[in-house]
């Protein structure tokens, strides 16, 4: 997880990456998918520099 993930982002990390071996989902990649997992997240949610830089970026019209 990249260092400015959140501890709410960190446990779902590693809740996903414990599911994923319990059941023996992705073997040898548990880490790797719920990492994508959560980051898509994270990126959806605003919680990344890049959708930050963008929603910064976004001007709206005003109504006249």
């Excluded at 994270?42 to 109504?63: F, I, P, V």
Aim: proline fraction near 5%.
């Amino acid at each position: 997880m990249p260092t400015g993930s959140s501890p709410k982002r960190e446990r779902e990390f590693s809740k996903l990456k414990t599911e994923f071996k319990k059941e023996h989902r992705y073997p040898g990649r548990e880490e790797e998918v719920a990492a994508k997992i959560v980051n898509k997240q994270r990126k959806e949610a605003g919680e990344t520099k890049e959708a930050k830089a963008k929603h910064k970026g976004k001007r709206t019209k005003k109504n006249t």
